[in-house]
Nanobody
Framework: QVQLVESGGGLVQAGGSLRLSCAAS????????MGWFRQAPGKERDVVAA????????YYADSVKGRFTVSRDNAKNTAYLQMNSLKPEDTAVYYC??????????????????WGQGTQVTVSS
């Protein structure tokens, strides 16, 4: 069992930045791949980014590539999503999640077992 708690959401103007954190407790966080997802009102939940357990490999949705950066600090059991150049269309509830095993470009949006409760990000125009 892994418990995940997101923080760092809020209201920001377009062009601004936010850094989300995902704090994990429970079983060894460092053995899990980790993903960030978002869900806007009336839309499906989509993957935003993912990172392997080691932090060596990262993957991004095309919509955030070049603007968002996913990272992790296994010593602190925490992962991060740095979001720059935010746009109104980035407005959503953001979730972190973990999955066991490796993650690749072809499956980084699937197979997540444990989820956080989400944090709201609102980008005003």
């Amino acid at each position: 069992q892994v418990q995940l708690v997101e923080s760092g959401g809020g209201l920001v103007q377009a062009g601004g930045s936010l850094r989300l954190s995902c704090a994990a407790s429970g079983r060894a966080f460092s053995t899990y791949a980790m993903g960030w997802f978002r869900q806007a009102p009336g839309k499906e939940r989509d993957v935003v980014a993912a990172i392997t357990w080691s932090g060596v490999n990262t993957y991004y949705a095309d919509s955030v590539k070049g603007r968002f950066t996913v990272s992790r600090d296994n010593a602190k059991n925490t992962a991060y999503l740095q979001m720059n150049s935010l746009k109104p269309e980035d407005t959503a509830v953001y979730y972190c999640a973990v999955r066991s095993g490796s993650v690749t470009y072809y499956d980084y949006g699937y197979g997540y077992k444990y989820w956080g409760q989400g944090t709201q990000v609102t980008v005003s125009s």
